[in-house]
């Protein structure tokens, strides 16, 4: 009976779950149909780059129409229909002003504010003060206190000069306006040089003056040259006109250091950061050579020839002279190195013989004796590898024999023993 149960049960399970898998399946068919027809029901909300209908899960960008504001998600998931998914709602604020623009202070209007993006403002100046409405008698709305226009509405108090003649060379400390029959002074702004006119100018009317001779006249300053640096060179051609941008380098032979741009003010001066510097191409040592040296004393300038050595026990192979080309950079056709002597067996003694394994490199001390038990070493017992077979050493080894040798001794003593008898 348990075992029915247990059966039972497992089928129905199976069942169930079935069931449940059939109508996920139908629920994501049908999410997968789902469309997005249009935007949301929100005014002046828009998706330029968007084509409907979208699918499910499409992300939409959205912006406002001109003279709005967006608030709100700028990115929407769709859903269904025109329901779209976000975090926050976006919604389209009109932009409005909320009075004249800051400056034009001396305008009145008889508008009340705020008022709508586009809407037209009509401006006048003050009847009170006599002022006269140059420009525009009317601007339009953009956002906060921001207009257009065609030509800026100003006010003018009749016969005054509100600004210097047109000509933007020129500059004064007199502050604007200036009322008719006034005098102001003018002089030449920076990088520029008065060259005739009168500096002395009367306000008559409207920006309007009246002079002595002529109008002021400035002309641009120049540079004449490069500054004196040594060794400086630059492809511009002079002259150059102030606050023109000069690019420099240094002649053959020489490397820069500083500025690489400098700016022109006058004759031969410029703005400069950091002093431009030509320095004398050298080589200050070797290159990376194992074991090679030179008698050269450094630094060495820019084509300098400089001979090669070994140490001592050592052959040069490759080049034995190459030539400095910049810091540390030769010209070099066979790569120079240099080859440890070595000694391929004992000296050439008779009877001498070692221990030691050949080849030995050069400087390589060699234990020596001789090889019968009858021969008695003379001299050092220790040689230096110089190269092939040839040794150096305090006393010449060698080998004789030992009943001679004793005999030798022997006589001298007693050759000492009678010179001290006598």
């Known amino acids: 009976m348990k075992k029915l149960v247990e059966e039972f049960d497992e089928k129905h399970l199976k069942n169930v779950i079935s069931v449940k898998s059939h109508k996920d399946v139908k629920q994501q068919i049908s999410r997968d149909n789902d469309q997005c027809s249009d935007l949301p029901d929100t005014p002046d909300l828009l998706s330029p780059s968007t084509q409907f209908p979208v699918n499910y899960n499409t992300l939409v960008t959205v912006s406002c129409q001109t003279g709005t504001v967006l608030q709100g998600d700028d990115v929407i998931t769709c859903r269904q229909g025109r329901h779209f998914l976000f975090g926050t709602q976006p919604t389209c604020i009109p932009k409005k002003c909320s009075g004249l623009p800051s400056d034009m202070t001396d305008l009145v209007t008889s508008t009340s504010f705020p008022v709508e993006y586009s809407s037209v403002v009509t401006v006048s100046c003050d009847p009170h003060l006599g002022y006269e409405l140059r420009g525009d008698q009317t601007i339009t709305c953009e956002d906060g206190t921001i207009y257009s226009f065609v030509e800026k509405p100003r006010c003018n108090a009749p016969d005054m000069c509100t600004e210097l003649p047109a000509n933007r060379e020129l500059e004064t400390d007199t502050t604007f306006p200036v009322r008719q029959g006034e005098e102001i002074v003018v002089r030449c702004k920076t990088g520029y040089t008065f060259t005739s006119g009168d500096r002395a100018l009367t306000c008559e009317t409207d920006d309007q003056y009246t002079f002595q001779d002529s109008l002021p006249v400035c002309s641009i300053d120049t540079c004449t040259g490069l500054p004196d640096i040594f060794s400086l060179k630059t492809e511009t051609e002079f002259p150059a006109n102030y606050g023109e941008k000069v690019r420099i380098s240094c002649l053959s032979g020489y490397t820069l250091t500083g500025d690489d741009i400098i700016t022109c003010t006058q004759g031969r001066n410029y703005v400069i950061v950091n002093t431009p510097h030509c320095a004398l191409d050298e080589c200050t040592d070797l290159p990376e050579l194992p074991n090679i040296e ?20 050592h052959d040069l192979l490759g080049d034995s002279e190459i030539t400095c080309v910049k810091e540390k950079k030769y010209n070099i056709v066979n790569q120079p190195s240099c080859r440890v002597h070595t000694c391929t067996g004992p000296p050439f003694i008779n009877n001498l013989y070692t221990n030691s394994t050949f080849p030995v490199v050069y400087g390589t001390p060699v234990t020596v004796s001789c090889d019968l038990p009858n021969l008695e070493l003379l001299g050092s017992p220790v040689v230096s590898c110089l190269t092939g077979t040839s040794y150096s050493f305090l006393s ?12 030798n001794v022997d006589q001298s003593i007693i050759h000492h023993e009678l010179d001290y008898t006598e």
């Open 396 to 407: 010449l080894p060698r080998c004789v024999d030992k009943s001679k040798f004793l005999r």
């Open 294 to 313: 030179t008698a050269a004393t450094f630094p060495v300038i820019l084509g300098t020839v400089v001979t090669l050595r070994c140490p001592p026990g």
